[in-house]
């Protein structure tokens, strides 16, 4: 069965203080990896797709990365406008148009 | 401008009522989702839809229905038969591409209540 796990659930962080959000996921052929944003009570607006293990991508302090069994979603020195919740989603080749998402990690970075 | 419009913001829904959300979009986008998300847990999904006409059940389809007709909606149905329908609930669109993998868009959300 399809899968995506995300970790840690919760992640606390000081300004300045980077760190990484990972995404493993199991899919018999992985067609897109998605990386969103979702702040309390909007939808989720998209940041990375990945789509081929050694890819990466960045964007202001944020970089993804991706391997055959995860992806990295790495924060360099993260500002309090940062804090959100990060949602990682997979596409697989036998599973037609559907996406399949973690449950998301939620990062509050505090000045 | 282009995006995903979902109304009501907020709905409140008696026992034994049936209520419809809508999602309209103005991306032409081919394949519509609906979504539930629950606190602490990720979306799942309710419903899809790659092309006019036509859905398919997603993972919680028990208790909802959907209808395609045109290509800008896809309104989702939350009946009786939904026994804790209470959640925030998206829908996106995607465009596509036979060659490359598109990234999905989100409207805003409507947020359900029970009372």
């Known amino acids: 069965e399809d899968q995506v796990t995300q970790s840690p659930e919760a992640l606390r962080l000081q300004e300045g203080e980077s760190s990484s959000l990972n995404c493993s996921y199991t899919v018999s052929g992985l067609r897109g990896l998605f990386w969103y944003r979702q702040d309390p009570g909007k939808g989720p607006e998209f940041l990375f797709t990945l789509y081929s293990a050694g890819e990466e991508k960045e964007k202001e302090r944020l970089k993804a990365t991706l391997t055959k069994k995860e992806s990295f979603l790495h924060i360099t020195a993260p500002k309090p406008e940062d804090s959100a919740t990060y949602l990682c989603?997979?596409?697989?080749?036998?599973?037609?148009?559907?996406?399949?998402f973690g449950q998301g990690t939620e990062l509050s970075v505090k000045p | 401008d282009g995006g995903i419009t979902q109304s009501p913001k907020y709905l409140f829904r008696k026992e034994g009522q049936n209520v419809t959300l809508s999602c309209e979009q103005n991306?032409?986008?081919?394949?519509m989702y609906w979504y539930r998300q629950d606190p602490g847990q990720g979306l799942r999904l309710i419903y899809y839809?790659?092309?006019?006409?036509?859905?398919q059940k997603g993972d919680i389809a028990e208790g909802y229905s959907v209808s395609r007709e045109k290509k800008e909606s896809f309104p989702l149905t939350v009946t009786s038969a939904q026994k804790n329908p209470t959640a925030f609930y998206l829908c996106a669109s995607r465009n596509e591409v036979i060659k490359r993998d598109t990234e999905a868009f989100f409207g805003q959300g409507t947020r359900l209540t029970v009372v």
């Open positions: 991306l032409n986008h081919d394949a």
């Open positions: 989603a997979v596409r697989a080749y036998n599973q037609g148009g559907k996406l399949i």
């Open positions: 839809s790659q092309i006019v006409n036509d859905f």
